[in-house]
């Protein structure tokens, strides 16, 4: 396993810093792993859930990121076209390797490499949504507006 220097969820709240949000991380006893239990454990709908899934180029082996709304289905066809090649989930090792963050806990930002995401356009019917933020157990809420300049993605109908 990479041995981090700081815990996950301090380099997410520093990247959250260094982008000039006063975004707060919040920890908390329930967990957060999957998109429902996040969503029971905030008080949120589903759907106002960032997913943050990632996807393997199968030509270029590149991480591809997709935030996408809880309720939404990613339309892997959609994703291969936007990516212009092949795709395929994820596995688990690959996501810690080039994420630096384990599934389940994978942010939208702070990643060891910088990845632009596809955003799904759903999640902008929503003023707040939750994201993950490093770990299982960790979450931050931001305005929907601001997931685009946080993240440098490209919002998409994905799903
Ligand atoms: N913390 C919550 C959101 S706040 C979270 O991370 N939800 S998630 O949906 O983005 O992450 C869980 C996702 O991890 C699943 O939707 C799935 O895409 C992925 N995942 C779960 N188990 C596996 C697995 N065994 N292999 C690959 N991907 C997996």
């Not at 239990?37 to 996807?55: H, P, R, Y």
């Not at 994703?79 to 688990?92: M, Q, S, T």
């Not at 939750?130 to 440098?152: E, I, M, N, R, Y």
Request: net charge negative; with cysteine.
């Amino acid at each position: 396993m990479t041995t981090h220097f700081k815990k996950s969820l301090q380099r997410v709240q520093d990247a959250l810093n260094e982008s000039g949000y006063a975004y707060t991380v919040q920890e908390l006893a329930a967990s957060t792993r999957t998109a429902q239990e996040a969503a029971d454990a905030v008080g949120c709908t589903l759907a106002q859930i960032v997913k943050s899934l990632i996807f393997e180029g199968e030509e270029s082996g590149n991480p591809i990121l997709v935030l996408a709304s809880g309720a939404n289905r990613v339309n892997e066809k959609t994703l291969a076209k936007l990516a212009g090649e092949p795709i395929r989930r994820a596995h688990p090792n690959f996501v810690r390797q080039r994420t630096g963050f384990a599934v389940g806990g994978v942010p939208p930002l702070g990643h060891s490499e910088p990845l632009q995401p596809f955003i799904d356009e759903d999640l902008h019917q929503f003023d707040e949504i939750w994201a993950a933020a490093g770990t299982p157990h960790a979450v931050f809420c931001l305005k929907s507006v601001d997931l685009q300049p946080l993240t440098g993605g490209k919002v998409v109908s994905i799903k």
